[in-house]
């Protein structure tokens, strides 16, 4: 059994589709407070960043790039050390991440190395049958902590936390959370708030912004 998006006709928000939908989850057990994610199943296998490609050709990148696509995303303070999966968006419905330990970016939002450019993310906060996932400790990240997302140049773009907000998922401001921001940012979306065993889903959304800070930090 996999996790999945709430399904969701966002087109009434008028951002066609690049709309994000609401992601929830399967029905699993309530889960503590827990510093530290620590699986209860084998799952499958967690990502290191051992795991980011290197360099693919030796070809100089363009002045003029058309940005590129994340591969690895990295945030301390959260235990996250990642690849990203390219998932699309189909019929204003973002796909299902494909496993606990894998975060989506969906081709349609924006790509690193763009300016004013909102790069989105989402990923499992749990699983069923593993327990926490890579988005567990997503919750607890504060304004000024630092996520390096690894693009497909090989080049690290780094951002800082703004703000984290939960939102309720009936009545979340997709346009505000998905939409353009003004600034070069990143997005990122799991499940949060309590869990309605009624409907299998969470009622609420966390949703983390953060902005572009620099590329390769020292």
Known sequence: MTTRFNRRDFARFGIGAAAVAAISSTPLRALAEAPKITSTQRGDMPTTGGMRPGPTGSNPVALASPGFKPVAIKIDKAAVDAVVETLEIVDGVMQDPTGP????????TGRLGLDEQNVVVAAHVDYWNVGPAVFYNVRNLQEGDVVDMTGEDNNIYRYQVEWLK???????????????????????ITCGGEFDYSTGEYISRTVVRASFLEKNPA
Do not use: F, H, Q, R
């Open 166 to 188: 939960l939102y309720d998922a009936e009545n979340a401001p997709i346009a505000e959370i998905v939409g353009d921001t003004g600034e070069t940012s990143l997005t990122m």
């Open 101 to 108: 330990w894998v975060v989506s970016w969906y081709k349609e």
